[in-house]
């Protein structure tokens, strides 16, 4: 990836003060803790290949928070789809 020590630091340093505010903002949402670890894993990996989304401290808790609410909510809607799909007769 091309990260220098001192931002992969930086990126744990966030991770681990953030995860259980991100973790619970989803579950929150999706009202199940398995739900709410898989979103949060894929909010930092995406914040990981994106370096300015959490580089900026002004912005950085607000453009987490909302990546969190979107990708639960698409969660959220592939989970119903999904259930749909299953009842539907072949």
Same mark, same amino acid.
């Given at each position: 990836?091309?990260? !220098?020590?001192?931002?992969?630091?930086?990126?744990?340093?966030?991770?681990? /003060?953030?995860?259980?505010? +991100?973790?619970?903002?989803? =579950?929150? $949402?999706? =009202? !199940?803790?398995?739900?709410?670890?898989?979103?949060? =894993?894929? +909010?930092? +990996?995406?914040?990981? @290949?994106?370096? =300015?989304?959490?580089?900026?401290?002004?912005?950085? @808790?607000?453009? $987490?928070?909302?990546? +969190?609410?979107? *990708?639960?909510?698409?969660?959220? &809607? /592939?989970? &119903?789809?999904?259930? *749909?799909?299953?009842?539907?007769?072949?």
């Amino acid at each position: 990836m091309g990260y !220098s020590r001192g931002e992969n630091k930086e990126f744990e340093a966030l991770f681990r /003060s953030m995860y259980p505010e +991100v973790k619970a903002f989803a =579950q929150g $949402i999706l =009202q !199940s803790e398995d739900d709410a670890e898989d979103i949060a =894993q894929d +909010v930092f +990996v995406k914040l990981l @290949n994106y370096p =300015q989304a959490w580089e900026n401290p002004e912005t950085r @808790n607000s453009y $987490i928070l909302m990546a +969190v609410g979107t *990708c639960s909510g698409h969660f959220a &809607v /592939s989970a &119903v789809r999904l259930g *749909c799909e299953r009842r539907l007769p072949d």
